[in-house]
Structures are given as C-alpha cells and as structure tokens.
C-alpha cells in the first residue's frame, strides 16, 4: 500500500523507488510521519456542515470557530443580524471549509451575541463535522447520539474570545430562559422569532436554539457560547 504525506503526495522518491508499492519509506519520511501523527493517512477535505435560522428584528450575531487544543482559536464565520423574514422561510445552509487544519485536533464552538431585545432566538440544526480520523461525527439536534455531542455555558463573556477553560454543561429539552441554551421543536416560545419547523421542514424536529427572551438580552455585550463535547482530529 502507498504512504502519504500530509501534502497528498504518495512517499517515494528516486532513493526509494520501493515504498509506493510496499510501504517501505527512508528515514526522513518516517521521520514526518511519525511527527504529524499520521502514519498513512491521505490528507481529507474536512468540512463542518451547519443549517441557521435566524428571525426576528432584534437577532444579534453567530460566531463560529475552529478551537485546536493548543488554544490556536479560528474565526470560520460571522452571521449577523436577521437573516428570515418570517417563521416559515427556508433555513441557511452554510459549508465552513477547514482543509487548512488538517491534522489538527480540536472541536467546534457557536458564540452568539445577544440583541437589544427579546425577538432574539437563533437557531441550529443539521449540523456535522465531516472527515476526521473517526468519519463524520454526527451532531445533528434531531438524533440522540447529535444532542449528545453538544454542551452549553449558561454564563456569558463579554466578547468574543471563546471561554475554552471554563466548565460547560449538558443541554437540556426545554424553552426555559435560565437554562439559556435549548433542544426545542415546533417553535421557539416568543413571537415573531424563530421558526415553527425545523431544517428538513418537519414540525416535531429537534433543533438546537437560544432563548433571548429577559434576561438573557442585553444591550451591552453578551457572548453565550456552546461547543462540541469532545476534541476530534482532522484528516
């Protein structure tokens, strides 16, 4: 079988004709293998995979980021304000391309900043982070096993710099302000925000959303944060 550097490039060179058909590799090219931790995995093309909805007139901002476990934190995107017009509109699709982090480990953190008022209820679905050295992790809202992979923080920063070291919790089914973050379906509990379905248009899906309703909306800065509840390697 061929070796590969994380580059793509199958190992073997005119010292060593062998290793493309027999795994053999000189000492340099052990050497990178053995420092990137790869060991004869083609380089992937990891991608996470997300669905927004975002109605109501006083939507703040959604911050996604790529968080390695050295503490390196990478801006994917920003989505601000209302971006539905109403409760029956079709959800954003957004793709966040992370082949520059190949072979880095990490997970996902959402920040959201907060409105000025209570028409302020976010919400995710649909959501999966494809290529690491485990597949694709599912983390969908609609499954058990994707509500499983998210925890929250009920406390908020005051800017956008992601609270790694703090403790975060489980998230719970509810539409309570005081647990902040929320599974939910057929409808987030105040008007004229959020939507009545969820991404694949289905009124009992489980998404993931923000309750903005007092006391959870400000007018100063608030960042409430969930991640992924592990770290993951990327191919």
Do not use: C
């Given at each position: ?64 980021y ?93 800017n956008?710099?992601?609270p ?19 599974w ?18 289905i ?12 006391p ?16 993951y390697?990327?191919?």
């Amino acid at each position: 079988m061929p070796w590969f550097r994380r580059n793509g490039s199958a190992i073997g060179n005119i010292r060593s004709q062998e290793s493309n058909q027999t795994g053999i590799w000189d000492l340099n090219d052990a050497h990178q293998l053995k420092q990137l931790n790869t060991w004869g995995a083609a380089p992937g093309s990891p991608v996470f995979n997300w669905r927004y909805y975002a109605y109501g007139s006083n939507i703040g901002t959604t911050y996604v980021y790529w968080i390695q476990t050295d503490g390196t934190q990478t801006l994917l995107r920003g989505v601000a304000g209302q971006q539905q017009s109403n409760s029956t509109s079709t959800w954003s699709t957004y793709s966040e391309d992370l082949s520059s982090k190949s072979g880095t480990t990490g997970r996902i953190y959402i920040g959201y900043l907060t409105g000025n008022n209570y028409r302020n209820d976010p919400q995710f679905d649909n959501m999966e982070l494809v290529d690491t050295t485990l597949g694709t992790i599912e983390l969908d809202p609609g499954t058990t096993t994707g509500r499983a992979g998210w925890t929250k923080r009920t406390a908020y920063t005051t800017n956008t710099l992601a609270p790694t070291t703090s403790s975060f919790t489980s998230i719970t089914t509810t539409g309570s302000t005081s647990t902040v973050w929320n599974w939910d379906n057929g409808g987030t509990p105040s008007g004229s925000t959020g939507a009545i379905r969820d991404a694949n248009t289905i009124t009992a899906g489980y998404y993931l959303y923000f309750e903005g309703s007092s006391p959870n909306y400000s007018s100063s800065n608030r960042v409430y944060w969930v991640r992924m509840a592990s770290d993951y390697t990327l191919l």
